[in-house]
């Protein structure tokens, strides 16, 4: 799916898909440096980390392992409902190994507050977190993230894994949507 494919439905591009791949070739970098001769076990959260984890695993080039998780945190809308559950668990037993969460957006970061409390009591060796997107204006929680693609501003983005009410995800870029869609 391509700018012309979206019809009147795209408002503006944000991140171009030349600037994702730079970015995440920059943060596989610092990755590859920080775990060099470590085991790490990459875990991407589920749906919207799915395109990130595809690219930044192939731009990695420490081997890694790779689980999933999905959790909810949002409905069919734009809005928190600030609820957490899991709706698939992890397959590994993550007790004593290097763990990187891999999330493709931290809006108030409630979602990642729980889900940092909930693998940190399973006893990984060490826990950390990348994120291609980050809101700092939307931020509830402090949270200590170390690898970040981009700081955007506080407007609601899909494409490049995000979705609305489950369309856009397959876009090569990250960008907003106009009002109508939205019923505005
Ligand atoms: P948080 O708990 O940090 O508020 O939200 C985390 C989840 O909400 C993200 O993983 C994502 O699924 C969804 N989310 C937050 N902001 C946006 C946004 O701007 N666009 C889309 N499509 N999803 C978002
Ligand atoms: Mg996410
Ligand atoms: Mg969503």
Do not use: Q
């Not at 085991?39 to 930044?56: F, H, N, R």
């Not at 959790?71 to 698939?88: E, F």
Request: hydrophobic share 45%; proline share 3%; with cysteine.
């Amino acid at each position: 799916m391509n700018e012309k494919d979206m019809g009147t439905d795209l408002e503006k591009v944000l991140i171009s898909k030349e600037e994702i791949d730079a970015k995440l070739a920059e943060l596989a970098a610092e990755i590859d440096k920080d775990y060099a001769g470590k085991d790490l076990l990459i875990v991407g959260v589920l749906k919207g980390a799915v395109m990130v984890m595809a690219d930044l695993a192939r731009a990695l080039s420490t081997p890694v392992t790779m689980d999933w998780m999905a959790v909810s945190s949002y409905g069919a809308g734009t809005k928190s409902s600030g609820v957490v559950r899991i709706l698939k668990d992890l397959d590994t037993d993550i007790a004593g190994k290097h763990v990187l969460i891999v999330e493709d957006i931290i809006d108030s970061g409630l979602t990642l507050s729980w889900l940092l409390s909930n693998l940190t009591s399973r006893g990984p060796a060490s826990l950390r977190v990348c994120t291609l997107l980050r809101k700092p204006e939307a931020a509830k929680v402090a949270i200590d993230v170390t690898y970040v693609g981009f700081d955007i501003p506080n407007e609601f983005v899909v494409g490049y894994g995000l979705d609305y009410a489950e369309k856009y995800r397959n876009l090569p870029f990250v960008g907003t949507l106009a009002p109508h869609v939205y019923g505005g």
